[in-house]
């Protein structure tokens, strides 16, 4: 009992863990601060992990001249609802594959 009441709280840290970053991510994207903009107009080049293809979309048209310094991988694939996909297989969210 105590192995799975660990196993249960590990998990959901790790799920909390993981919509803070994306929440971090999409701040950064969308809302860049003064710091963050000097940065890349010094050459600073950020890496966006796990973002919705929907996301990556936007910052193709909302954030058009700052996507030279922007890498994005590990892109979730969604559904017309914006929804991550699943794979029927595994239950794991797809990612699009870029073939590196």
């Excluded at 919509?19 to 890349?40: K, N, S, Y």
């Excluded at 600073?44 to 700052?66: C, H, P, Q, W």
């Amino acid at each position: 009992m105590r192995g799975w009441l660990i196993g249960v709280i590990l998990g959901t840290s790790t799920v909390s863990y993981a919509l803070d970053v994306r929440e971090i991510e999409l701040r950064r994207l969308f809302e860049p601060t003064p710091a963050e903009l000097r940065g890349e107009a010094s050459g600073n080049i950020y890496i966006y992990d796990g973002l919705k293809d929907s996301d990556v979309a936007r910052a193709m048209t909302d954030e058009f001249d700052r996507v030279d310094r922007m890498m994005f991988i590990r892109v979730k694939k969604t559904d017309e609802r914006r929804d991550v996909r699943k794979n029927p297989e595994t239950g794991a969210d797809w990612m699009q594959d870029d073939g590196c």
